[in-house]
């Protein structure tokens, strides 16, 4: 029959979309159940719209939202307990169906199996006597040891079983005369076989002649005493060219070490000779290396000397090659040195008082007379350029030059002080 009761639209959407999808036929026990939900719902909702006006970091909004989460537990807890007795309601109607159903299940049941009581046992005598028969044929068969395949062999008629039992006895029979046959012929391979062993092992005294090779298992006694004459006849033969040999090496033996003992001596002369020659070439060679050795010490002494001097020039502003410096030796540098660095304190010195002088002019022309005097003599300097790589003479200059300019210094400061 046709459904024609519409879903209660005053129920919440989300519910009646659970009714639409759920599949239930009978739509007003679906709505029956829903609206027991639908309270729930609505204090959600509720709850929702009070937490929408809740901020985060709002003194007493924290309290209200754990009011909020607790009351919302509750609600769950409500929901699963209205869950729970649903189910339980529709769990007794489902016993009660299976109940009538399994009534009347039984009784049909019963009665089908009175019936097939009957049925069944015509069928069971045949099973009985096809089973006897098996058993019959299988005792037949198994002293053949043989599978009778994957058919059931109650299945066939006498004849074909009779035809299938001939063939098994006349396999045997074949089986039993070629396992006979099979053991004579192993037992004569085995004879055969101690026989070789035998005479070989009797032929390992002529190994070296290789005449074992000769012998097989089909070697006759006639051939075999042959084998062994001749392996009698090869050893006498080795033994007297043996014997031969020994006196023909020791004759060779003896000229050897006369040999022997004159090469040693030629080869003492030889050695002799070649270490005086060899002497004579390590000498001129130590000597070689000793003198290149001296040069190329010289020339490291020399190089860093080029660089350090180099060095020393490019402080007062002077460029000179690396081979010039590295080449002139210590007069000539110390000259040169001087001359150059004597050029540079004067034209240092000059830039220096130059600067000064600036200096000077520039405070004179703010400042009245005598301060002004005093105060440019007070910022009168010389530097002091005095280092380890200028000569003595150089030196003794530069300590006379800073004292007259102290000298000076004091001398000019007194004539300032008479100004009145």
């Known amino acids: 029959m046709k459904q024609t009761i519409e879903i209660n639209t005053e129920l919440p959407v989300v519910i009646q979309e659970q009714i639409q999808i759920s599949g239930m036929q009978d739509l007003t026990r679906a709505q029956a159940i829903a609206v027991n939900y639908a309270p729930f719902l609505a204090e959600i909702d509720e709850h929702a719209d009070k937490l929408k006006a809740l901020k985060k970091g709002v003194i ?76 019959k044929r299988e005792k037949e068969i198994a002293e053949f040891d043989v599978n009778p ?57 002529f190994s070296q002649f290789n005449i074992q090779n000769e012998l097989s298992s089909e070697t006759t006694e006639k051939e075999f005493i042959d084998i062994v004459e001749k392996g009698e006849t090869m050893k006498k033969e080795f033994k007297v060219e043996q014997e031969r040999i020994r006196k023909e090496n020791e004759q060779l033996k003896k000229e050897a070490e006369l040999k022997r003992i004159s090469d040693e001596k030629a080869e003492v002369e030889r050695q002799r000779l070649a270490k005086i020659e060899q002497d004579k070439r390590d000498k001129i060679e130590r000597e070689r290396l000793d003198k290149e050795e001296s040069e190329r010490k010289r020339q490291v002494v020399l190089n860093k000397a080029g660089k350090a001097r180099q060095a020393i020039l490019s402080e007062i502003g002077v460029k000179l090659s690396f081979e010039s410096c590295k080449n002139m030796d210590e007069d000539m540098w110390n000259k040169y040195c001087d001359e150059k660095n004597s050029i540079y304190q004067s034209e240092q010195n000059r830039i220096f008082t130059e600067k000064l002088k600036v200096k000077a002019d520039r405070k004179a022309e703010l400042a009245p007379d005598k301060e002004r005097m005093t105060k440019w003599i007070a910022d009168m300097e010389i530097i002091d350029i005095v280092n380890d790589r ?28 008479e100004i009145k």
């Open 60 to 135: 007493g909004d924290d309290a209200k939202a754990k009011r909020i989460r607790i009351d919302l537990g509750k609600i769950c807890s409500a929901a699963d307990n209205q869950k729970k007795a649903d189910k339980q309601t529709i769990l007794l109607a489902g016993r009660f169906i299976d109940g009538l159903f399994n009534t009347i299940n039984g009784a049909g049941r019963l009665t089908q199996g009175e019936a097939k009581e009957i049925e069944d046992y015509a069928e069971m005598l045949v099973i009985v006597k096809k089973n006897k028969l098996r058993l």
């Open 149 to 205: 395949g994957t058919g059931d062999i109650a299945d066939m008629n006498n004849e074909v079983w009779k035809y299938y039992i001939d063939g098994l006895n006349n396999d045997r029979n074949i089986r039993i005369a070629a396992e006979k046959e099979a053991e004579r012929a192993r037992i004569e391979a085995q004879r055969k076989l101690n026989l070789f062993a035998a005479r070989n092992e009797k032929l390992i005294q």
């Open 390 to 417: 200028m000569s003595k003479d150089s030196v003794l200059m530069a300590s006379e030059i800073i004292i007259k300019f102290n000298l000076f210094k004091k001398w000019a400061t007194e004539k300032v002080n």
